[in-house]
């Protein structure tokens, strides 16, 4: 149960659960000066949130000299597609 609330309250706001989504269908790993710009939010605040994102064990990150790449778990994914699929059931 900690771990279930770990995880949803990694995506409880709404520029982590931006993030992670387009980190999600970029399919290769994204780098944190991109996401900056898409997500419309200080480089902080998007370091903050990949940090959280990082911790909660939804994405992974690797370093290419100075930049971080981020890239879904397989336990991001398959978050993301069962809220897709109730909101498919919903539609």
């Known amino acids: 149960m900690a771990t279930d609330l770990r995880l949803l309250t990694a995506m409880g706001n709404d520029t982590r659960y931006e993030l992670l989504r387009r ?4 399919g290769d790993g994204v780098c944190v000066c991109d996401l900056e710009a898409a997500v419309g939010v200080s480089q902080s605040a998007v ?8 911790s909660a064990g939804l994405v992974t990150r690797r370093k290419e000299g100075s930049w971080r790449y981020y890239e879904p778990t397989e336990t991001a994914a398959a978050l993301l597609e069962t809220l897709d699929d109730l909101r498919g059931s919903r539609a």
């Open 23 to 26: 980190i999600a269908n970029a």
């Open 47 to 54: 370091s903050q949130a990949l940090s959280r994102l990082y």
